[in-house]
Each structure stands twice: as structure tokens, then as C-alpha cells.
């Protein structure tokens, strides 16, 4: 644990004490008794449901990189390989909100799905479930593309905790693209790779498999990546490198912008990103706990601070912006000018709490899924009968048609 964050703690307390004040739903009946409104203006969809997807038994499916919706029965999810289970489960303690009976999923353990100790499996990286959670693909294919050996740091200094990989990171369909192609990005592998929408061709490779860099051709542990409406391309780059980098639609490099430090561009770990409507980029720039605007040619326009540590963000399609917060493991909702709207989550492995959520996604009927790192587990939280609807998460901007050709 950082020290960063252990000088947070008792900040930390107060932050989720207030996020849980005058914060939460008020729309249910005034009648209902109980309850402490952990999901705020939702409500666990227990009908998703992911099946047990492991190849061998013995292992279930890791930690879960992120997750995007192309329509209601085809959900993709970037999971991050398989694990081992211990040969005998340990025992569990109902009663603890952080060990429920084991489910299924790894957090049921009380352990995080990205622990480095145990090694990880580069089986079934790329999945495609129905609505209901069954699934219907697995890119198997294209398992090896994630497979890391003697992985090194930006430095050149060998990296051991990586070795074998730990999977994507974040998956992604441009809505600008009629041919619904499907972006992955692999921190590790220290790549960006693009499909065809069935899986079955390899498109562009961004990046020099297991090697890296700060230069037009190389990526230092690479995170996420957003579309412009002509094609072009910003990856957040990354775990090592400080900087988001602009290509063009055939992956022509264009710029790098960034650089280590808490000032305008200045960065550590830029972890998630996302446009608006207006081209304005926003970069999740998680380790200085905060959110960065830019404009589409990245000039820096405004920093949204005091977010502990923005794990993913979305901007949707009524003009807002969903971040997760995977230290409060809290759901946030603010404005286009960085104001807070509405906050709940509660940090567990029971059905409606979270843990570490890493990417998260919203259908278009407003169901917001969610993809847990430290769980390793996925959710689907739908809105209650009568919600505040200016509470709720809002649906990304639709993808275009798809092309029938």
C-alpha cells in the first residue's frame, strides 16, 4: 500500500462518510422501512447471471478489464484470463460484508482477482455474453496475444511481477465506425489491437509486442482509448508512460501530449478516457485524483480534482459523465463542467456492492453494467420503479448502423 494512500486514510473516511450524505435516492416510497440505499437509484438485476466460463475444472475466470455493449445480446467483456482455485476453499463468515459464500467468482474469496501471486491463465480474454449472461463467443483465437514473458519497465529494468500477463485491459467499439470494429487494449502486452467485429481478423496493431517505449511506435503499459468523429484515435499511455497520444484513422501517429507532474498535462497513470460531442477529451488521470479536459488537439482545458482515484469514465449521450472511483468504490455522476450530481456504491462482494470496479458500460435501456478488477466478477444494476432519472448513469451515444456489406 502506498504511502500516498495511507496519508489519505482519514480523509478517505470523511470523503465516503459525505458521499453518503444527502447523496442517496429519495425516490423510493416514503412508506418502505429499512435499508441503507447501497445502490442508490438502482437495483441488483439478479436475470445476469455469467455462467461459469473457465476451460478446466478447478479454475474460474479472473479479474474482469472492462466491458461494452454493442446491443442488448452482445455484451463484449475483457477478461483477464483464468485462476486456479485452491485445492480446498476456505471457510466463510456470512456475516463479513467483504466474504460471502463462494459464488462462483474469485472476491467471493476475500482475495482480489489481480493479485500477482498467482498466476494467470491467457484463456478466454475476449468474451461475448447474451443479456442474460450466457455466453455466446470467445475469442480464444486470439488467447496468445496476450500471453507477456520477462516483461520489462519503460527503463529497460526487468518488470517480474508481470510475467505471463494479466490480460486486456479495455475493450471498445468506435460509434463512428459502421463496421462496428472492436478495440482492444493490453497494457502489458504494451499493444492496441483492432478487429473485425466477428473476431475472426486481426485488423491493426498499435505498439511492439512486450516492448517498451515513449517513442511514435512504442507504448509504456498503454490503458484505454477513445474515437473522434473523423477516425482519429487518443490512447491514454499508460502505467508508465505520462502522456496520451493522438493517432490518425489508419493509426498514423500524429502527437504525444503529457508529461510527468501535477500540473495542466501533467500526469500519473492517465488510466481511462472518453469524448464528448464538442470533440472535448477527458482523461481519467488516476493517481493525481483526478479528471483532465482537453480539446480534440489537446490543449488543456479544465481539471476536475479531489476524485480519489477515477478507475473508468464514461460520457454519455445527455451530456454527463459517469466515473467509478475504485478506492471509494463509489458510482459518480457529474456535469460536463466537472460537478458533482450524485454518488452511491459500498465497497463488498454481496450482490449490489462492489469491488474495484475497472470499466463499466450503460445499455440503452439504461441497465449500468460493471466490471470488477479486485471481484472479478460482473453486474448489472438496473434502475428502480420510480428513480430520479437526473441520479442515473445515461446511456453512451449509439454506435451507428452497422454495415451490411
Known amino acids: 500500500m502506498s504511502k500516498k494512500f495511507l496519508m489519505r486514510v482519514p480523509v478517505l473516511a470523511l470523503a465516503i462518510m459525505l458521499c453518503g450524505v444527502g447523496l442517496h435516492s429519495t425516490s423510493e416510497s416514503s412508506e418502505q422501512k429499512g435499508g441503507e440505499g447501497e445502490t442508490g437509484p438502482y437495483e441488483i438485476d439478479s436475470t445476469f447471471q455469467i455462467q461459469p466460463m473457465a476451460t478446466r475444472p478447478g479454475y474460474v475466470l479472473g479479474s474482469k478489464g472492462a466491458v461494452f455493449v454493442e446491443n442488448n445480446n452482445r455484451i463484449f467483456i475483457a477478461n483477464r484470463g483464468e485462476l ?32 500477482h501471486e498467482r ?33 520489462k ?19 471498445k467499439i468506435s460509434p463512428y465506425d459502421p463496421e462496428h470494429h472492436v478495440w482492444v487494449v493490453d497494457d502489458d502486452a504494451q499493444q492496441v489491437f483492432e478487429f473485425t467485429n466477428d473476431g475472426k481478423k486481426l485488423v491493426m496493431t498499435l505498439g511492439e509486442h512486450n516492448v517498451a517505449g515513449n517513442d511514435d511506435k512504442h507504448f509504456g503499459r498503454p490503458t484505454d482509448i477513445a474515437f473522434l468523429p473523423d477516425g482519429s484515435f487518443w490512447v491514454t499511455d499508460g502505467y508508465e ?70 478507475y473508468h469514465l464514461m460520457v454519455t449521450a445527455d451530456n454527463y459523465v459517469g466515473v467509478i472511483d475504485g478506492v471509494t468504490n463509489k458510482v459518480l455522476k457529474y456535469d460536463l463542467n466537472g460537478k458533482l ?40 444494476f438496473k434502475p428502480k420503479a420510480g428513480a430520479d432519472r437526473t441520479q442515473l448513469i445515461g446511456a453512451p451515444p449509439p454506435l451507428m448502423p452497422k454495415s451490411k456489406t
Open 119 to 151: 498466476p494467470v491463465e491467457m484463456h478466454n480474454c475476449i468474451i461475448v455474453v447474451d443479456g442474460n449472461g450466457k455466453m455466446v463467443e470467445s475469442w480464444t483465437q486470439w488467447d496468445q496475444l496476450f500471453e507477456v514473458h520477462n516483461p
Open 241 to 310: 508512460n505520462t502522456r496520451i497520444v493522438k493517432f490518425d484513422k489508419n493509426g498514423k501517429f500524429i502527437k504525444a501530449v503529457g508529461m510527468p507532474g501535477k500540473g495542466p498535462a501533467g500526469f500519473w497513470a492517465p488510466h481511462a478516457i472518453d469524448t464528448d460531442r464538442n470533440g472535448h477529451v477527458y482523461v481519467a488521470d488516476r493517481d493525481n485524483s483526478r479528471i483532465q479536459v482537453f480539446d480534440s488537439d489537446g490543449k488543456h482545458l479544465d481539471t476536475w480534482p479531489n476524485i480519489f482515484q477515477p
Open 84 to 115: 486456479k482455485l485452491p485445492d480446498k476453499l476456505p471457510s466463510t463468515h456470512p456475516e463479513h460484508i467483504y466474504v460471502a459464500p463462494f459464488n462462483g467468482t474469485w472476491g467471493s474469496l476475500d482475495q482480489m482477482a489481480t493479485a
Open 153 to 171: 519497465h519503460v527503463s529497460g529494468a526487468p518488470n517480474p511481477h508481470d510475467e505471463g500477463g494479466r490480460g486486456p485491459h479495455s475493450v
Open 341 to 380: 450530481i450524485y454518488a452511491w456504491g459500498t465497497r463488498g462482494v454481496y450482490p449490489g456492492m462492489i469491488w474495484g470496479v475497472h470499466g463499466f458500460h450503460v445499455d440503452q435501456q439504461g441497465n449500468l453494467i460493471v466490471a470488477e478488477a479486485f471481484g472479478g466478477r460482473m453486474q448489472r
